[in-house]
């Protein structure tokens, strides 16, 4: 997909609107399932009404991941926010709610955000391998 800018992009918050326009007694859950060594995971479900949600028949669901630091600004204050509204936007879009076929502007924005952060650490194992290479010898790794 060519990258037209971040404008050309939804938003979740696009997405949670014509589902609420479409479901008025709809329901978005979003579950918090691990926080812990630096990264989190989110669940969500969306449901058309309370009455499936007791039920747990959820319309649809998404996962997201995040990494606290990794990436932009936002991932140094607000990395949990972002990871749950990610998982919005994917659940939203299992069902169908993408407004259009293309990805939400936040999937773009983490997909680059990890980019970056891959680019970053591969610098980083490099650097450290040099360091080792030029430092140490071989036998003292044996």
């Known amino acids: 997909m060519a990258n037209k800018g971040l404008e050309n992009y939804i938003t979740v918050k696009e997405r949670k609107q014509k589902f609420y326009i479409e479901h008025d007694n709809g329901r978005i859950v979003a579950e918090l399932l691990n926080n812990e060594s630096g990264s989190c995971l989110f669940k969500a479900s969306c449901y058309k009404n309370s009455e499936d949600q007791r039920a747990n028949l959820p319309l649809a669901t998404g996962y997201a991941q995040e990494f606290k630091d990794v990436g932009g600004f936002a991932n140094k204050t607000s990395w949990l926010e972002n990871c749950e509204e990610s998982a919005v936007g994917r659940c939203l ?50």
């Open 93 to 142: 879009d299992n069902a169908g709610f993408s407004v259009s076929s293309t990805c939400s502007r936040e999937e773009i924005e983490a997909a680059q955000r990890n980019k970056k952060a891959l680019v970053e650490q591969a610098k980083i194992k490099k650097e450290y391998f040099d360091y080792l290479k030029n430092n140490f010898s071989e036998d003292e790794f044996n």
